[in-house]
């Protein structure tokens, strides 16, 4: 019997809750109060189903997809905000040097016929269709990446000047 007594009352909680809210609310509303008691619940293992039967018994009946849909969109407000997505810019070239006064100029890449298709930049739902339609020729990806590891192991005499 004193293990009664130390145990709290979540029915006793929620129409504490409850009664100090507008009855004109909307059950979300209502339900949107009462989470943070919810979460503390659920952390500590109590099953949706007997929250919801408390939640029964505090003079608040839910339906089980109204107290699951409210509660995710409860907890995706309340989710801690990430950075904006920075753009990602395309990695540019490095210029090595073989000495530092002799400047070496970039080889411009070769021209992408392994890849048919490709939109300059994507600014529609038209150029994800079109990534989406694209063909690629992995023959000729492989042999264009070939030719770029042998020109950057290979520098051309217009390199070195």
Avoid: C
């Avoid at 019997?1 to 009352?9: G, I, N, Q």
């Avoid at 099953?47 to 339906?63: C, N, S, Y």
């Amino acid at each position: 019997m004193t293990e009664h007594l130390t145990k709290p009352d979540p029915v006793a909680h929620y129409r504490a809750v409850l009664d100090s809210l507008d009855p004109r609310l909307r059950i979300a509303a209502k339900l949107r109060a009462l989470f943070p008691m919810i979460e503390t619940q659920l952390a500590a293992g109590v099953p949706h189903a007997a929250i919801m039967e408390d939640l029964a018994q505090a003079g608040l009946a839910v339906r089980p997809t109204t107290y699951i849909t409210t509660l995710r969109r409860w907890r995706k407000a309340n989710r801690p905000q990430t950075a904006p997505a920075v753009p990602v810019a395309t990695p540019t070239p490095t210029v090595h040097r073989t000495a530092p006064d002799t400047p070496r100029t970039t080889p411009t890449p070769p021209p992408m016929d392994g890849i048919q298709g490709r939109p300059h930049g994507i600014e529609t739902p038209s150029d994800l269709r079109q990534i989406r339609n694209m063909r690629v020729d992995l023959e000729a990806l492989r042999r264009e990446g070939l030719e770029q590891r042998q020109n950057a192991t290979n520098p051309t005499p217009q390199d070195k000047e």
